[in-house]
């Protein structure tokens, strides 16, 4: 398989991406244009990524197995959207095998086939919802969520509860507590048991 760049590799994160020691894989590329995008390089142009192939990134990242292993960890794969590299996800699964953990943090802005094929592949998600009113998810992603909200139901179905975490943020200038508080009671509904509420801080470039 051809190699793919990655805004980054972060070892040694405990407590952030799952359970365990885990190391962060952040592929490039999303389908949101988020107002406040954590990650802008993933939308930048890739030339100044590195790149991997799940071989090279397997053996980039295995120097870690002990921890792994000791805690119950792996690798997190992030971005970007990661579910948009579902052929990547598959070919390092096959490399690592069952002992590691692996999660992705999706915003399941992607295809049904896509997160069919990881619910095969990726053991947890970490699944940021934004907003489930669709005129404060589309004024600050540029994109529908309809989409994501069926994801969602199918991936619940399938994986189980206690395998997906949703995060749910409050966005300065786009939504209230009060629409927070609505989303986080319609996840309760469909039955998600690990929600992750959360505030975005917004910082001056100069900051």
């Known amino acids: 398989m051809d190699s793919v760049p990655f805004i980054g590799v972060s ?7 799952g359970v365990g020691v885990t190391t962060l894989a952040a592929f490039h590329g999303c389908p949101l244009r988020c107002k406040y995008c954590l990650n802008p390089a993933s939308l930048r142009p890739p030339r100044d990524c590195g790149v991997f ?3 090279t990134l397997y053996e980039y990242v295995r120097i870690d197995n002990l921890y792994f292993l000791a805690t119950g960890g ?32 999706t915003s ?6 896509s997160v069919v094929q990881a619910a095969e592949v990726i053991d947890d998600f970490i699944v940021d919802i934004k907003d489930f009113n669709p005129e404060i998810y589309k004024a600050y992603t540029g994109r529908s969520n309809k989409r994501v909200l069926a994801n969602l139901q199918w991936l619940l179905k399938k994986k189980g509860a206690e395998h997906i975490i949703v995060r749910v943020p409050l966005i300065p200038h786009f939504n209230t507590d009060v629409d927070r ?6 996840l ?6 690990r929600i992750d509420r959360f505030n975005y801080i917004i910082r001056n470039d100069s900051e």
């Open 53 to 55: 192939s799940p071989e």
């Open 181 to 186: 508080d609505r989303t986080v009671a319609m």
């Open 108 to 113: 399941l802005s992607v295809s049904r086939q």
């Open 74 to 105: 792996g690798i997190c794969f992030g971005g970007g959207e990661p579910l948009l590299r579902i052929d990547f996800l598959s070919r390092f699964r096959e490399l690592c095998g069952s002992a590691w953990r692996l999660t992705a943090e």
């Open 188 to 193: 309760k509904d469909w039955g998600v048991t």
């Open 11 to 17: 070892r040694h994160r405990i407590g952030i991406d």
